[in-house]
């Protein structure tokens, strides 16, 4: 199943993809007992429902996606929590030694945007960066967990661009500002379920920026694996419905080409995740 949240910014509406895609059915018009927003969805037990929804859902439920506004899946996540120089391809264009547990660092969630949302240059940027990552979104609350359970918490995947001002990253000696601007954190196109994404270990991801092909990778090439990573965050961290975890990104970014190719304003950044979609996102 493909959950998405769709409507104008700050008023989306929970809705399942039929069609090939094509169309969305409004979970809560299609029956009212499911909520209208994704994190109530998350937080109870809608699943088997929103199922059915899907399969029979009246007419007056169905819009066309290509009328609609896609907002991310989870338009206000309580945490995003990201994994740093976590891809083997990435640590090796940089000259990084992998590092031995996951390198954490968080980005606000106000940074949140829609999937083909434009991106923000901000006054004051001299160096914007795109980042084409595996999104994972969280279906339980979870602390403690194990990391051979840990893939049993997870309600979906996605796509997620981790949009970085190098700048204020490096300048700073830290990465919140610099990774946290508004807009900075455009994801979805929708909760992919895991029966529909598959092995979150064994899928491709690409950018392209104005159609030149930037990165390509796998997931395959990750140091640390989403289970270990989710066991790790919640040693101490509780992890609860709708937080998102941006699984890091693989070499080919901007600021490590020689020279550089960083983002201008007008630039088109195309990212897309096997079996999860394609996001577009305008520099503005």
Not at 20 to 40: C, K, Q
């Amino acid at each position: 199943m493909r959950l998405v949240s769709y409507g104008p910014l700050g008023r989306e509406r929970l809705g399942v993809l039929i069609d090939s895609g094509n169309s969305i059915v409004d979970l809560n018009r299609a029956d009212a007992t499911i909520p209208a927003s994704m994190l109530e969805f998350l937080n109870g037990d809608f699943w088997t429902k929103a199922r059915q929804a899907a399969l029979s859902a009246p007419t007056a439920s169905v819009v066309k996606t290509n009328s609609v506004r896609l907002g991310a899946p989870v338009p206000k996540p309580g945490q995003i929590i990201c994994v740093g120089v976590n891809y083997k391809d990435h640590a090796d264009e940089q000259g990084h030694p992998y590092p031995p547990a996951p390198l954490l660092f968080g980005k606000s969630p106000t940074s949140v945007c829609g999937p083909n949302d434009d991106v923000v240059y901000p006054e004051g940027v001299t160096q914007l960066d795109y980042e084409v990552e595996l999104g994972v979104i969280m279906g339980k609350r979870a602390k403690g967990v194990r990391a051979e359970d840990a893939l049993s918490y997870v309600a979906g995947y996605c796509v997620f661009h981790d949009v970085s001002a190098r700048c204020a990253q490096f300048g700073d000696k830290q990465w919140f500002r610099g990774k946290s601007f508004d807009t900075f954190g455009p994801f979805g196109p929708a909760l992919v379920t895991p029966d529909e994404a598959g092995d979150p270990h064994a899928l491709r991801l690409s950018s392209k920026v104005n159609g030149d092909l930037r990165q390509n990778s796998t997931t395959a090439n990750l140091i640390h694996t989403v289970d270990k990573i989710i066991a790790y965050i919640t040693r101490g961290i509780t992890l609860v419905p709708g937080d998102v975890i941006a699984t890091g990104t693989p070499s080919g970014v901007g600021v490590f080409f020689k020279p550089p190719k960083l983002l201008s304003r007008g630039d088109v950044v195309e990212l897309e995740v096997q079996n999860l979609g394609k996001m577009v996102n305008k520099i503005v």
